[in-house]
């Protein structure tokens, strides 16, 4: 079953911590000029690595306990006020993954609401006291255009992340 408008039925959002993956990283990587789908990662690279850690402005963001409440009360709020629908959420200690329907709003609209919400919140809560956002710059917003497409992105961010964190550092 495939959707035959334009619009995609969900989107998988997914943003990270500021610093917690560089180009050179071990996992591998992609830039603006390596960004085609189905190709390889960037491969590892140590001294590149090094070099993109040494101009980093800050620490590596990880997100806390307090930090992943604060995240996902300001997602689902976000949410909640703009009529969106949350399907699976799940805030790891570097990252953030999200199932949503928008309602036709673009996806990129939802990234952005998510980080600027999400840092409010910790901000509110006491949690992020840097004038800087904790956000790495962009994030990934997959269109999802058919009802197993939704299923798959929603398994992955609920069961395809690792044991559950605690609710504590």
């Not at 904790?134 to 398994?155: F, H, M, T, Y």
Request: hydrophobic share 35%; net charge positive; aromatic share 8%.
């Amino acid at each position: 079953m495939w959707n035959d408008t334009d619009i995609p039925l969900a989107y998988f959002i997914s943003f990270r911590g500021h610093g917690t993956w560089l180009h050179g990283d071990e996992r591998g990587s992609t830039d603006r000029h390596n960004n085609i789908y189905g190709t390889p990662h960037i491969v590892a690279n140590k001294n590149w690595r090094n070099h993109n850690r040494e101009k980093l402005i800050g620490e590596p963001v990880r997100l806390s306990a307090a930090r992943r409440r604060s995240i996902e009360a300001a997602i689902r709020e976000t949410c909640s006020i703009r009529e969106w629908n949350l399907m699976a959420i799940n805030i790891r200690t570097n990252h953030v993954h999200t199932v949503v329907a928008t309602g036709g709003k673009a996806g990129e609209l939802a990234l952005n609401a998510f980080k600027a919400n999400a840092t409010r919140q910790m901000r509110e809560d006491g949690c992020w006291q840097n004038d800087r956002s904790p956000w790495a710059d962009k994030g990934s917003c997959r269109r999802l255009w058919n009802k197993q497409s939704i299923a798959n992105a929603v398994e992955y961010v609920l069961h395809g992340q690792g044991d559950d964190l605690p609710d504590f550092d």
